[in-house]
């Protein structure tokens, strides 16, 4: 018993540096205190001491705010740092060295009995405010984003953000086949629709952007294979003739590009003459004067 304690207060020494000393982190560190509390109420709760266990856990949430039910697993140097509003519900299954944050819940999606909360495998990290629902697993080594609601899933090693949850980084990605685009007519695609993507890392965490970027890749894709198409058709019939596509215009994307200020394009100024005037309309117009 107190090897597990000098480990769960060896815990919290390695992974947060405002802890000074021994007696601070026995005596001030909420999340400790729940988790002591909760190895108590666990033991009650599998020796069928259900009534004690459950008054033992509501006792804990009102004293340090973290709510732990007994009938949880929870494994060793577990951490909780800052501790409040953190829910844990009963089927919940916590694996070793894994680190929660203040408002993390471990939530289950149904009324049946049953398994019905998330599996958190070794060395996983929650952020502030994340929310795990469902009897899902989250792989060893994953991270959740601060906020995120995680409702699938999670590979090990992988990095989870946003509503729903999404994997915006993984231990092993996968090897996406790489497109033949050149770059002028990217850039030139890129200007038109005043969207900056392919000014984004690969490696920056931003889904929708990385989205776009392929949609507007696959277009370039798309675009090509066509003209190869029509040079093909043009050698087999002499006689076939291919219709232009319709051009992307400026003034169709004027409110876009007035937008944003970066990709604003100038207005073009009407010509003027040598001496500093405007052209003549046109010679019916000029006829029309002299007339």
Not at 30 to 51: D, E, M, T, V, Y
């Amino acid at each position: 018993m107190f090897q597990r304690l000098r480990e769960d207060i060896n815990s919290v020494f390695d992974r947060d540096p405002a802890a000074r000393n021994f007696l601070e982190v026995l005596t001030n560190y909420p999340g400790l205190h729940a988790l002591l509390i909760h190895r108590l109420s666990h033991w009650l709760w599998r020796r069928n001491l259900k009534w004690l266990a459950r008054t033992l856990s509501t006792f804990s949430r009102w004293l340090t705010g973290v709510e732990i039910h007994p009938g949880a697993t929870i494994g060793r140097r577990f951490f909780i740092d800052h501790g409040m509003g953190v829910v844990i519900g009963e089927t919940a299954e916590v694996g070793d060295d894994v680190t929660l944050y203040q408002g993390v819940t471990l939530g289950g999606t149904s009324w049946n009995k049953g398994k019905r909360h998330p599996t958190l495998e070794d060395g996983v990290i929650v952020g502030a405010g994340a929310k795990i629902l469902g009897p899902f697993t989250v792989g060893a080594g994953a991270k959740v984003g601060s906020n995120a609601v995680v409702t699938k899933e999670v590979p090990a090693g992988a990095t989870v953000v946003g509503i729903p949850g999404k994997i915006v980084k993984r231990a092993e990605p996968d090897a996406a086949e790489s497109l033949e685009v050149d770059p002028e007519r990217r850039e030139a695609m890129r200007r038109k629709f005043g969207f900056d993507a392919y000014g984004i890392s690969e490696d920056m965490p931003d889904p929708v952007a990385r989205s776009i970027q392929a949609m507007l890749d696959h277009m370039h894709a798309v675009d090509e294979r066509i003209e190869r198409m029509c040079q093909t058709l043009r050698k087999v019939d002499a006689s076939y003739r291919d219709g232009r596509l319709p051009e992307l215009r400026d003034e169709d994307f004027a409110d876009v590009l007035d937008d944003a200020d970066p990709c604003a394009m100038p207005e073009k100024a009407p010509a003027t003459s040598a001496e500093g005037k405007p052209p003549a309309d046109d010679g019916r117009k000029r006829q029309g004067q002299n007339g």
